[in-house]
């Protein structure tokens, strides 16, 4: 908590990333990526593909690409376009697929929520 960290090694940075098409994210960050540990995706064109997946699983997941040890899931709060806000929740990333795809589910459901409710609001 309290780290700044590149938004391509980060489930949140990713999340937020994903609401932009590859042409926008391209004019965002740099090529190559910086890397932060072995797991870093550097490259520029296997990140936008690793967001195309973060786009059809509905939740970005990165295991250690921005601290050792660590797995994080992020799923943007769909009430601006695109997306300014997500949510996230890190976890040990020793954890198995299976729990880690039930926190992403908690996630989702608990941001979807919100998202509704900020709509409903009228916050914009």
Do not use: N, W
């Not at 976890?91 to 795809?101: D, K, S, T």
């Amino acid at each position: 908590m309290g780290r700044r960290l590149p938004a391509s090694v980060t489930a949140l940075g990713q999340a937020l990333l994903a609401q932009l098409t590859d042409d926008e994210v391209a004019a965002l960050l740099p090529d190559p990526l910086p890397a932060l540990t072995e797991q870093s995706i550097t490259d520029l064109t296997k990140f936008t593909d690793e967001l195309d997946q973060v786009r059809a699983r509905g939740y970005a997941l990165e295991r250690e690409q921005g601290t050792p040890g660590v797995a994080c899931v992020a799923v943007a709060v769909d009430y601006r376009i695109p997306a300014t806000d997500a949510i996230s929740c890190s976890m040990p990333a020793e954890l198995p697929q299976e729990e880690i795809e039930r926190i992403a589910e908690a996630v989702i459901r608990h941001t979807r929520k919100f998202a509704a409710t900020l709509r409903r609001e009228g916050i914009r």
